[in-house]
């Protein structure tokens, strides 16, 4: 599937996300992003049991892209995951205005945060989840 077919579009935010946290514990990577403008446009996008990425640290309206197979074949061959786990796998393009790239994963959640929170963990239940996907 082309990154450019608007078919192919899963996830897209007009929002700069960049690269906040990567746990190789817990396989989680998170990409933040933070508006000067409106608080209540602060989005976390959390890729679990991360696989395989390829990254770059900034992303401008940021769009979220499903891969046809034969990407997925090779995203998901060049992780070296057994090929028994490839059901329990989601691959996903990154395509923004400032760069690119791919995470294969098994769950994609975007959540609002409160834009007025402190530095730490939020507060149980501070969380609105916008969109959700496993395989």
Known sequence: ????????????????FRVWK?????SQLL???????????EVDLLFEGVAAMRLTM???ALKLHSVDEEEFRDVFAGSG??????ESFV????????????????????ER????SAPGPDPVGSRDILWSLRP
């Open 81 to 86: 995951v057994d090929e028994k786990w490839r």
């Open 58 to 60: 900034r992303y401008e």
């Open 91 to 110: 691959i996903v393009r990154l395509a923004s205005r400032s760069g690119g790239g791919y995470v294969q994963c098994a769950r994609i959640t975007a």
């Open 113 to 116: 945060r409160p834009g007025d």
């Open 31 to 41: 990409l933040r992003s933070a508006s000067d403008e409106s608080p209540c446009d």
């Open 22 to 26: 990567y746990g190789i514990g817990h």
């Open 1 to 16: 599937m082309n990154s450019n077919d608007p078919a192919s579009v899963i996830f897209e935010s007009d929002l700069t």
